[in-house]
């Protein structure tokens, strides 16, 4: 497991997989169990969830080191291809919700509006 993500109401934990897993999983906190998942393409290296959606945004790294966003059904709504080099290790959403910024292995960061 390589990244993990509550949702705004805390009734779901949204967890990613490394290279050999490569899944986002949507669990039901009360019940402890898995509720909704989607096989990737890539390692998940972070999750985030929207400030103003229930959209989840997922960073990925090898081998396709962009970021997508999903509802919360897990359907991928819209995909953003990494304009530098690398994996997509880190992501934040700024207070408005608006936008997002993402940071690679090598320090690089990138400001995105994936809304």
């Not at 998942?37 to 090898?62: A, E, H, R």
């Not at 934040?92 to 993402?102: H, P, R």
Request: net charge positive; proline share 2%; aromatic share 10%.
């Amino acid at each position: 497991m390589k990244a993990l993500c509550w949702d705004r109401s805390g009734e779901h934990l949204y967890s990613g997989g490394g290279c050999t897993d490569r899944r986002i999983l949507k669990w039901s906190s009360k019940e402890t169990a898995i509720v909704e998942g989607t096989i990737t393409d890539s390692q998940v290296c972070n999750l985030v969830q929207s400030k103003t959606s229930n959209d989840i945004i997922s960073c990925f790294g090898y081998p396709l080191n962009e970021i997508s966003v999903w509802n919360d059904h897990l359907n991928k709504v819209s995909t953003f291809r990494n304009n530098k080099k690398g994996r997509v290790l880190y992501a934040a959403i700024n207070q408005s919700g608006d936008k997002l910024v993402t940071g690679n292995g090598t320090g690089d960061i990138e400001f995105w509006r994936p809304f």
